[in-house]
Structure formats: structure tokens, C-alpha cells
Nanobody
């Protein structure tokens, strides 16, 4: 069974940096688009950043210039480098990926990792 496994969340002060990682477990054939989303308490889940297999990126305006999404196709891993963190970045961050496996092409979500930024 394919699952997305995230790591790297934590508690830190405003202005700090953090790097999130996400990779699938289980047998897969390939991964197309990958991305990070976040959900703050009482708010809807929102896009943070996405990256295609060829490395084309897209960012939410609120994180442009502070966050960088990247991926290592050999390791099937996507990263989110977060710099200059602000209290409003506090949320559960979810990894998302379009994965081709024995089940065909499916969209997967990670379990979420908490990022808390104190002022």
C-alpha cells in the first residue's frame, strides 16, 4: 500500500527556518506533480507550493521569496525549505503527490506535520 510520509515539522520562533521532507512508502512506478498544502486552525486547506516532475514551480503569494520547493526524482522526495517564518505560517502542512503504482494513477496526501511559529 502506498503512503506519503512527511517529516521535519516543529516549533520555532519567528524568523527561523525549517525544512520539510516527504516521500512515498511502498512500491511505485513514478511521481508526477508534487506539492505542499497547509491548514491553519479554523481555515480551509490552502496551496503553499507545487512542483512538476521537470521542476516547474508555483507558489502562493504569501510565501513567495521565503519558501522554496524542490524535489529529488531519484529519491522520490519533495522538500519545502521555509525561511523567514512568521506566526501566520503556523499550520499543519500536508504533502501531496500524483503517483503511478500498480493501482494506476492516484492522488495521495500525507498525514500532515505541524509547524508552529511563535512571535
Amino acid at each position: 500500500q502506498v503512503r506519503l510520509v512527511e517529516s521535519g515539522g516543529g516549533l520555532l520562533q519567528a524568523g527561523g527556518s525549517l525544512r520539510l521532507s516527504c516521500a512515498p512508502s511502498g512500491t511505485i512506478f513514478s511521481i508526477n506533480n508534487m506539492g505542499w498544502y497547509r491548514q491553519a486552525p479554523g481555515k480551509q486547506r490552502e496551496l503553499v507550493a507545487t512542483i512538476t516532475r521537470l521542476g516547474i514551480t508555483n507558489y502562493a503569494d504569501s510565501v513567495k521569496g521565503r519558501f522554496t520547493i524542490s524535489r529529488d526524482n531519484a529519491k522520490n522526495t519533495v522538500y519545502l525549505q521555509m525561511n523567514g517564518l512568521k506566526p501566520e505560517d503556523t499550520a499543519v502542512y500536508y504533502c501531496n503527490a500524483e503517483i503511478r503504482s500498480w493501482r494506476g494513477n492516484e492522488n495521495y496526501w500525507g498525514q500532515g506535520t505541524q509547524v508552529t511559529v511563535s512571535s
